[in-house]
């Protein structure tokens, strides 16, 4: 049974540091591929980026300069990393895999909400 | 590439076959998906490629469209499917999801 699940911390201080682990079930991160999408309160869906089962990483443009993600295989985890962090940058945070091809998403985890505030 | 849905908000009753719309800001062949996302929850994958069906979703749901114009089709809606649609275009870098159609109970 194919399971993502997002963790990490629900509050976090502006220009600090944002880190948020996905934990797959299922699935090898070795075959399929990560991403990391973003949903403001009340708004629509932003795509951050992706990791691919081959380690090699992708990121959107609007936020290359701050976004790190990463995984460890053997852990079956996925990690983001963004830094800087501003009130903006509140919202639900998604993992979800893709279908193998970097396209459409078929499956995705609960979502886990980063609320940035001092 | 940006995609623009409309209308923002539709209101419809139970029972009603309506269709949802997608445009592309350059062509993306068929690389177009749909979502709905219920309040509270994940979003969950409907269409893929336009128009191919997903294992496990109401055949009420069809895609249709290529280029730069797309469309969602829901026949006779049902309770639950009063909830958000987004479209999501893999042709190119960045990733982008369209801004959503909500579909509300008149």
């Known amino acids: 049974q194919v399971q993502l699940k997002e963790s990490g911390p629900g509050l976090v201080q502006p220009s600090q540091t944002l880190s948020l682990t996905c934990t797959v079930a299922?699935?090898?991160?070795?075959?399929?591929?990560v991403h990391w999408v973003r949903q403001p309160p009340g708004k629509g869906l932003e795509w951050m980026g992706v990791?691919?089962?081959?380690?090699?990483?992708r990121y959107n443009s609007a936020l290359k300069s701050r976004l790190s993600i990463s995984k460890d295989t053997s852990k079956s985890q996925v990690f983001l990393k963004m830094n800087s962090l501003q009130t903006e940058d509140t919202a639900t945070y998604y993992c979800?895999?893709?279908?193998?091809?970097?396209?459409?998403?078929?499956?995705w985890g609960q979502g886990v909400m980063v609320t940035v505030s001092s | 590439i940006m995609l623009t849905q409309s209308p923002a908000t539709l209101s419809v009753t139970p029972g009603e076959s309506i269709s949802l719309s997608c445009r592309a800001s350059?062509?993306?062949?068929?690389?177009l998906h749909w979502y709905q996302q219920k309040p509270n929850e994940s979003p969950r994958v409907l269409i893929k490629?336009?128009?191919q069906s997903i294992s496990g979703i109401p055949s009420r749901f069809s895609g249709s469209g290529s280029g730069t114009d797309f469309t969602l089709n829901i026949n006779r809606v049902e309770p639950e499917d009063f909830s958000v649609y987004y479209c999501?275009?893999?042709?190119?870098?960045?990733?982008?999801f369209g801004s959503g159609t909500k579909l509300e109970i008149k």
């Open positions: 979800a895999r893709d279908s193998g091809w970097g396209d459409y998403f078929d499956y």
């Open positions: 299922g699935f090898s991160l070795t075959s399929y591929n």
């Open positions: 990791i691919w089962n081959t380690g090699g990483t």
């Open positions: 350059q062509s993306i062949s068929t690389n």
């Open positions: 490629y336009a128009s």
């Open positions: 999501q275009q893999s042709n190119s870098w960045p990733l982008t």
